[in-house]
Nanobody
Framework: QVPLVESGGGLVQAGGSLRLSCAASGRTFSFYAMGWFRQAPGKEREFVARISSSGTTTNYADSVKGRFTISRDNAKNTVYLQMNSLKPEDTAVYYC?????????WGTGYGMEYWGKGTLVTVSS
């Protein structure tokens, strides 16, 4: 199992930065692709970013490309999301996700093996 616990959310002004962390337990963390989704009030959950099990491949939603960076430290069983140049429309609950595949599960999140409980990011204008 890879239970996930997010941290690092909070309130920030537009243009500011936050770094989210997702700590995973279990000895098989390095076998999993990891990523982040978000859900804003009244909106569908959406993909934000993902990183391969080795950390060599990353993908981003167009809305965050160039502003967010995903990384992982397999020795610490942790994945990070560095968020810069934050905008009010980035306000959402951010969820960490893990799956052994690199496939279509990352499109909508349905079928994802593991989810964290989420951390709230609020960007004020």
């Amino acid at each position: 199992q890879v239970p996930l616990v997010e941290s690092g959310g909070g309130l920030v002004q537009a243009g500011g930065s936050l770094r989210l962390s997702c700590a995973a337990s279990g000895r098989t963390f390095s076998f999993y692709a990891m990523g982040w989704f978000r859900q804003a009030p009244g909106k569908e959950r959406e993909f934000v970013a993902r990183i391969s099990s080795s950390g060599t491949t990353t993908n981003y939603a167009d809305s965050v490309k160039g502003r967010f960076t995903i990384s992982r430290d397999n020795a610490k069983n942790t994945v990070y999301l560095q968020m810069n140049s934050l905008k009010p429309e980035d306000t959402a609950v951010y969820y960490c996700a893990a799956d052994r595949s690199w496939g279509t599960v990352w499109g909508t999140g349905y079928g994802m093996e593991y989810w964290g409980k989420g951390t709230l990011v609020t960007v004020s204008s």
